[in-house]
Every structure is written in C-alpha cells, then in structure tokens.
C-alpha cells in the first residue's frame, strides 16, 4: 500500500514554503520588483510570520486551515506577480541563507529586548493604575 502524499514529499513541500516566504521577503525589498508585486508579497510575509492568525490555532481542525490553505495560495499569488528571472535570484538568495547556522546570541539579545520593552509599558501602565 503506497501512501498519497509521502514524508519525504510533505517535507519537501514544507522547505519550499519556507524558503518561498524568505524570497518573498527578499523580494519585497527589490527595487527591481513592481510595487503590486511587492505589496502582495509584504502581506504575505508579514502574515506568516505573525502570531496573530485569522481564525486562532486553538480551534480545532478551522485554526490550521488558514495556515494551510490562505498561506500557501498568498504564496502562490505573489510567486506569480515577481518576474520570474527576479523570483529564481531570490530563491537562490534565499536557500543560501537557509542554509547558514542561527546564532542562539542573536536569539537571547531579540529576547531580552522584547523583555525590557515589556518591562517599560508595564512600568509606564503602573503609574497610570
């Protein structure tokens, strides 16, 4: 018995999405790519990497469907409004730097920041109550 949709495929298909929103990113930024282009590819980065979701992931079943389905048509929209002589730059652009290692510094710095900007919105709420 032969499954539909292997691992190995769903993977695949997972590491292309990512390095897509990378592009997109990439591609936002290019002078070279027209504005609609740039404004689609913007939302959809900017709604994959939000927390905020519009239908939230505690719902069972409906809180993945908008990652599942929303991400990758705005994904796909975009891909097709980029020159693709531009898109495939930036995708090569973009598994490059997928590729490079994270720094957990760089990760421990963004996290204290958000902490001390946290720290100072309470501190001004509690003056306020």
Not at 57 to 68: E, Q, R, T
Not at 83 to 109: C, F, M, N, W, Y
Request: aromatic content about 8%; some cysteine.
């Amino acid at each position: 018995m032969t499954q539909a949709n292997p691992p190995g495929k769903l993977r695949q298909w997972a590491r292309n999405l990512k390095r897509d929103v990378l592009a997109l990113y990439l591609a936002a930024r290019d002078r070279r790519v027209p504005w609609y282009a740039k404004l689609v590819a913007g939302c959809v980065v900017a709604y994959a990497l939000s927390p905020i979701d519009l239908i939230p992931d505690f719902i069972p079943v409906l809180g993945y469907l908008d990652d599942l389905i929303l991400l990758p048509l705005g994904i796909a929209l975009a891909v097709r409004l980029i020159p693709p002589d531009l898109l495939e730059e930036h995708r090569k652009q973009a598994s490059v730097l997928a590729t490079r290692p994270s720094s957990r510094a760089g990760a421990i710095a963004i996290i204290v920041l958000w902490l001390l900007v946290l720290l100072l919105v309470l501190a001004w709420l509690a003056k306020w109550f």
